[in-house]
């Protein structure tokens, strides 16, 4: 409005007078013009509203020209000086002196004004100074305005908004980590092994999931959301309502199973160094939720705060959208709804944003409160959509559903690089006629004759094959397995020889559902184990198996683990535990029974493992490497209870590098170069097939030779004996052949008795070649390594025998006693 501020006599105010002067000259544009802040600080007045509009030009202030005529502003007021010749008030014409603006939106800033102006004349007069005391505080001490509704209702709706903002998102921030742990566990279970050999021992894909969920969920109400609410209640705020409850659990529904989810994007496969994938994972997965909700929900928040002219629609499809993107978002604006709505009693699980409602504050600008109808509705459709894609993909566990995109980005990515890349060098590739012998051949003719499994066939691979991309920046992928056509029998432990990467545990992994073989087929019990059915699920619980790298849960202890297991394969309750002792005795890790498996020993872990596999006498064992780190004696041990199984008619399936155990267990082996089979058959097989048949050592007498003095009495014997090592004059092996085929053994003892009776030979002894020996020449004569030496690597491995007594064990042993045996 415009107020009119009557000066009664204007020869009475020359000070009056002056002031209406310097405003008339600041009007007409003078530089000089002083603020009314000039005026007041003249008397130490300090402002307690912001009157003035007003301001010199150029020093941010609009001249006063140019301000909108006060009708079409109403936060300005207009104040109009007349001046009114003396002794004329009040009936003389008013004329217009000057005109000054104000900010008219305080309820009190009029009287404000009015003072101020009093208190500049005051000031300029010099009576502010010159007044006495007592008059001082009228004019200094103006106090603050109180507030006006709208200002009070303005302040709320920030609070509310501050509120409603931080005290979520502190909340949401830490309980996003909950679901990236879950995450970290579900993929290192699945790194380490430890979720396939919970498929393989029986525990159905919807019991792990359930009981995952379970545990998680319940963990989460324990650990996190009770005490949560606790604190809200003690705190006082408006979160402790069964509102809030509602939303939470929402949110562990939805976001528990988003990230069960994620983790299936993991492949099931054990490797090592699957803990920092895990990591990474929950790492990826947390940091998703954060990210989602950072960007998405504090924009809004801050877009809101800056005012930057979003509509209340626009805000609230941001929200929609935060909303679908990431649970932690959903639960976030839940929990904001929850505290505005409770501020402006509105029902919290109503759909939309509510503005109308605002009017009864009296607010010009709406302000949009919205309802958490929405964000809960979304995280409900979404916990459901993700269970039910949860199902899905769990129930195809085999069909790697993203290997075609793979496949198309390697070829891209390699085609991309492949020009500023050297060329790599491919890898050395062996073929069926270089390594595969006779024995091999004729298994795999018998095998396409026939391609049903026989009756009596435990396992039968057919023309099974793997080759895996390439990783990195490899060139290309490896073929792990090669063309495999192998059956094994029922009763008999089948025995896999071959060096570290042959492709033994890949040949285990394609039999255990762990890869999907590219092609071929591996058969159970007669059954396709690529196809999918209940059938082929319930050979696994007929199973044991025992890991390359064990899995194990650490926290739980070998009595714990074992009585989860023997639980898992049937033994009733009642008989658990002393079942369990059994085991671990038998295990040879009663001792360590109770404490954690996590700290156990590797040897100690693999007998675990071991007795893991073997508890419930299942009908079929894979072990992979079952005694890598075992001590001999425990090695042993280990023979013992893997014996016990195949007494009882289970069938074994083994990996191996130890030669001794092979040919103590193996009623088969099978030697692996290169992802193919070298060789195939029963260890004396092998040894008559590969070994070089018997050598002799031998030591001659003082001043004899060997070569002179012996060798033609045993060429006369043997035609084609030579001497294949000779360490001094006095000393040599010599390699005689094949017993019965090239020389008769009992010819060559008499004449060597004779010799030694005569005095020409110290001693003597005859040594046939052992597995150890088969081995390396396999490997010779597929070129996998012309290097190899027999005798020196028998040696080589003999020093590579990592404990003392396994040294001993091993040189006492009279099949494993190098070729290259000590003097005599
Ligand atoms: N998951 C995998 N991804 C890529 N290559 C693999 C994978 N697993 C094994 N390989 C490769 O396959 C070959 C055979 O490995 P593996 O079967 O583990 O050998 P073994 O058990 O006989 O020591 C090796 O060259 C190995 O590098
Ligand atoms: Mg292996």
């Known amino acids: 409005?415009?107020?009119?501020?009557?000066?009664?006599?204007?020869?009475?105010?020359?000070?009056?007078?002056?002031?209406?002067?310097?405003?008339?000259?600041?009007?007409?544009?003078?530089?000089?013009?002083?603020?009314?802040?000039?005026?007041?600080?003249a008397a130490s007045q300090k402002p307690c509203v912001d009157a003035w509009l007003i301001g010199a030009p150029g020093c941010g202030f609009k001249p006063i020209t140019e301000l909108p005529p006060a009708a079409a502003e109403p936060r300005v007021g207009a104040f109009e000086f007349v001046s009114v010749p003396a002794g004329q008030w009040p009936q003389a014409p008013q004329v217009p002196a000057t005109r000054m603006y104000f900010n008219n939106s305080d309820l009190y800033s009029l009287p404000g004004l009015v003072t101020y102006l009093y208190d500049g004349l005051l000031a300029s007069t010099g009576a502010a100074e010159a007044a006495a005391p007592a008059l001082r505080p009228k004019f200094k001490a103006f106090p603050p305005a109180p507030k006006t509704p709208e200002e009070l209702a303005e302040e709320r709706k920030v609070k509310a908004q501050i509120e409603s903002s931080m005290a979520p998102m502190l909340f949401v921030l830490a309980l996003m980590n909950m679901p990236g742990y879950a995450v970290f566990e579900i993929v290192s279970e699945k790194a380490t092994g430890l979720r396939h050999l919970q498929v393989l021992m029986g525990i159905r894909v919807s019991e792990y999931w359930c009981s995952r969920f379970c545990y998680d969920f319940s963990k989460a109400i324990l650990f996190y959301v009770v005490p949560a609410m606790v604190l809200f209640?003690?705190?006082?705020?408006?979160?402790?309502?069964?509102?809030?409850?509602?939303?939470?659990?929402?949110?562990?529904?939805?976001?528990?199973?988003?990230?069960?989810?994620?983790?299936?994007?993991?492949?099931?496969?054990a490797r090592e160094g699957g803990t920092a994938t895990a990591k990474a994972a929950s790492t990826v997965f947390s940091m998703f939720l954060m990210l989602g909700f950072f960007l998405v929900y504090m924009a809004e928040i801050i877009l809101t705060t800056l005012n930057v002219g979003l509509s209340p629609s626009d805000l609230q499809a941001i929200r929609i959208l935060a909303a679908i993107l990431s649970p932690a978002a959903a639960l976030a604006f839940g929990l904001r709804a929850v505290i505005m709505c409770k501020a402006f009693g509105i029902n919290i699980f109503s759909f939309g944003s509510v503005a109308a409602t605002m009017s009864q504050w009296g607010l010009e600008q709406q302000l949009n409160v919205d309802t958490a109808g929405l964000p809960l509705l979304l995280m409900l459709v979404e916990a459901f959509l993700f269970w039910a894609i949860l199902v899905v993909k769990e129930a195809r566990q085999m069909k790697n559903d993203f290997m075609p995109v793979v496949r198309v980005v390697n070829k891209i990515s390699r085609a991309l690089t492949s020009c500023c890349r050297r060329k790599g060098v491919a890898k050395k590739r062996v073929s069926a006629e270089d390594v595969e012998d006779e024995d091999v051949r004729r298994e795999r003719e018998q095998m396409e004759a026939s391609p049903m499994a026989a009756p009596g066939d435990a396992v039968s691979l057919l023309h099974l094959r793997k080759a895996f991309l390439?990783?990195?920046?490899?060139?290309?992928?490896?073929?792990?397995?090669?063309?495999?056509?192998?059956?094994?029998?029922?009763?008999?432990?089948?025995?896999?020889?071959?060096?570290?990467?042959?492709?033994?545990?890949?040949?285990?992994?394609?039999?255990?559902?762990?890869?999907?073989?590219?092609?071929?087929?591996?058969?159970?019990?007669?059954?396709?184990?690529?196809?999918?059915?209940?059938?082929?699920?319930?050979?696994?619980?007929?199973?044991?198996?025992?890991?390359?790298?064990?899995?194990?849960?650490?926290?739980?202890?070998?009595?714990?683990?074992?009585?989860?297991?023997?639980?898992?394969?049937?033994?009733?309750?009642?008989?658990?535990?002393?079942?369990?002792?059994?085991?671990?005795?038998?295990?040879?890790?009663?001792?360590?029974?109770?404490?954690?498996?996590?700290?156990?020993?590797?040897?100690?872990?693999?007998?675990?493992?071991?007795?893991?596999?073997?508890?419930?006498?299942?009908?079929?064992?894979?072990?992979?490497?079952?005694?890598?780190?075992?001590?001999?004696?425990?090695r042993r041990k280990m023979w013992g209870v893997v014996g016990r199984n195949l007494s009882g008619g289970g069938t074994v399936v083994l990996t191996t590098h130890h030669m001794e155990e092979a040919s103590h267990l193996g009623h088969r082996v099978g030697i692996m170069v290169r992802g193919r089979l070298a060789c195939l058959g029963s260890p004396l097989h092998l040894r008559s097939k590969y070994g070089g048949g018997y050598d002799v050592a031998i030591r001659a007498a003082a001043g004899k030779g060997v070569e002179e003095d012996v060798l033609p009495l045993i060429k006369g014997l043997c035609p084609g004996a030579s001497v294949r090592e000779q360490t001094t004059k006095a000393y040599a092996k010599v390699a005689l052949g094949h017993a019965g085929k090239d020389f008769s053994l009992v010819h060559v003892y008499t004449a060597l008795g004779k010799a030694k009776e005569d005095g020409v030979v110290e001693n003597f002894v005859a040594t046939q070649a052992d597995l150890e020996e088969v081995f390396l020449r396999i490997l010779r004569l597929s070129g996998e390594d012309p290097s190899i030496d027999l005798a020196e690597n028998a040696e080589a491995a003999a020093a590579a025998l990592t404990t003392f007594e396994e040294a001993v064990a091993y040189m006492s042993s009279p099949e494993d006693k190098p070729i290259h045996a000590p003097a005599l």
Not at 249 to 258: D, Q, R
Request: hydrophobic content about 40%; glycine content about 10%; charged content about 20%.
């Open 1 to 41: 409005g415009r107020f009119a501020l009557p000066v009664v006599d204007h020869e009475v105010s020359p000070n009056l007078t002056a002031l209406v002067g310097t405003f008339q000259a600041w009007e007409s544009g003078s530089p000089t013009l002083p603020r009314v802040e000039d005026v007041t600080n």
């Open 233 to 269: 209640a003690a705190a006082g705020t408006v979160l402790a309502c069964a509102e809030t409850l509602v939303l939470i659990v929402a949110h562990l529904l939805v976001a528990y199973p988003l990230g069960y989810v994620v983790s299936t994007l993991f492949s099931n496969e």
């Open 470 to 634: 390439p990783k990195g920046d490899e060139e290309e992928g490896t073929v792990a397995v090669a063309d495999l056509c192998v059956r094994m029998r029922r009763g008999e432990c089948f025995a896999l020889l071959g060096t570290n990467g042959a492709g033994k545990s890949t040949t285990i992994g394609m039999m255990l559902r762990h890869f999907r073989p590219t092609s071929g087929s591996a058969f159970i019990d007669g059954k396709d184990v690529a196809a999918s059915g209940a059938a082929v699920d319930s050979l696994y619980l007929q199973m044991g198996y025992v890991p390359q790298h064990n899995a194990l849960f650490e926290q739980l202890t070998g009595r714990e683990m074992l009585t989860f297991f023997a639980g898992v394969r049937g033994v009733p309750q009642r008989s658990l535990a002393e079942y369990v002792r059994k085991w671990l005795e038998m295990a040879d890790i009663a001792e360590y029974a109770d404490r954690p498996c996590g700290t156990y020993s590797g040897g100690n872990k693999r007998k675990l493992s071991l007795a893991i596999a073997l508890c419930g006498d299942p009908r079929i064992v894979v072990l992979d490497e079952p005694s890598a780190g075992v001590d001999p004696a425990a």
